[in-house]
């Protein structure tokens, strides 16, 4: 049987009437081979492809949030800290003055008195000269 096969193609020439058909028939099933399998294959990969950076962005777009409110928390801490610290620096400043103020008045009530009981002191010692003797200055005695 191969033998008879082999027989009826060397009946044939290379250029003759079939050799067309053959081709034809080649490039027709290239085409259903690109057109059945190959691209539909390749849409497919595609899609997993474009799911897959999908997901990846979304992933990293919750990271990125995430680390966005990290931060505002830990900016809004530290300005809550540091608020803190300047209050009470400025508590500490605002002491400070009352006590300067309290001794500040303490030293100038203290003058004041001083020099009250060294005016009424002149005073008595003015008014007993003068009661002495009227006709006499009080540093001739």
């Given at each position: 049987m191969?033998?008879?096969?082999?027989?009826?193609?060397?009946?044939?020439?290379?250029l003759?009437g079939?050799?067309?058909?053959?081709?034809?028939g080649?490039?027709?099933?290239?085409?259903?081979?690109l057109?059945?399998?190959?691209?539909?294959?390749?849409?497919?990969?595609?899609?997993?492809?474009?799911s897959?950076?999908?997901?990846?962005i979304?992933?990293?777009q919750?990271?990125?949030?995430?680390?966005?409110?990290?931060?505002?928390?830990?900016?809004?801490t530290?300005?809550?800290?540091?608020?803190?610290?300047?209050?009470?620096?400025?508590?500490?400043?605002?002491?400070?003055?009352e006590?300067?103020m309290a001794?500040?008045?303490n030293s100038?009530?203290?003058?004041?008195?001083?020099?009250?009981?060294?005016?009424?002191?002149?005073?008595?010692?003015?008014?007993?000269?003068?009661?002495?003797?009227?006709n006499?200055?009080?540093?001739?005695?």
């Open positions: 191969l033998g008879l096969a082999i027989l009826a193609l060397e009946g044939q020439t290379a003759g079939d050799a067309g058909w053959v081709g034809a080649l490039l027709g099933a290239v085409l259903a081979w057109l059945l399998k190959h691209l539909p294959a390749k849409d497919a990969q595609i899609q997993t492809f474009m897959m950076k999908d997901g990846q979304e992933r990293m919750e990271i990125k949030n995430k680390q966005i409110e990290l931060l505002v928390n830990a900016s809004t530290q300005q809550e800290m540091m608020h803190r610290e300047n209050q009470a620096a400025l508590n500490r400043v605002v002491q400070h003055c006590e300067e001794s500040v008045h100038v009530q203290k003058e004041v008195q001083q020099l009250t009981a060294a005016i009424l002191l002149l005073k008595d010692q003015l008014l007993r000269a003068n009661n002495q003797s009227p006499q200055s009080p540093g001739r005695g």
